[in-house]
């Protein structure tokens, strides 16, 4: 299993940006990524992920706001967020599934970063 370290976590106001990077410590050209999202005293809850040919999926509370992108040569996952709300506040984790079958579920994941914390507010 790949281990998994996000960064770009942060502190803005509402209707800004952020990107959020993973790095990978291996190849994830045959993984399934995503990102997922817990805030206080909530579940975690899947946010976006992205097949091995760049097919993404979202939540709907995400859609048109957040971008997934990967890029294998860097082993790299992003997560552009644009149009951020207060309830965008959480801390953001990486995750990778050895798969190439892809599907926004975490117990589908196997790989976990620690997590980074974005905090929106209005």
């Known amino acids: 299993q790949v281990q998994l370290v996000e960064s770009g976590g942060g502190s803005v106001q509402a209707g800004g940006s952020l990107r959020l990077s993973c790095a990978a410590s291996?190849?994830?050209?045959?993984?399934?990524m995503g990102w997922f999202r817990q805030a206080p005293g909530k579940e975690r809850e899947g946010v976006a992920s992205?097949?091995?040919?760049?097919?993404?999926n979202y939540a709907d509370s995400v859609k048109g706001r957040f971008t997934i992108s990967r890029d294998n040569a860097y082993n790299t996952l992003y997560l552009q967020m644009n149009s951020l709300k207060p309830d965008d506040t959480a801390m953001y984790y990486c995750?990778?599934?050895?798969?190439?079958?892809?599907?926004?579920?975490?117990?589908?994941?196997?790989?976990w970063g620690q997590g980074t914390q974005v905090t929106v507010s209005s």
């Open positions: 995750a990778a599934r050895s798969d190439i079958w892809c599907a926004l579920i975490e117990r589908l994941f196997g790989s």
């Open positions: 291996g190849y994830i050209h045959r993984n399934c």
């Open positions: 992205i097949d091995v040919f760049g097919n993404s």
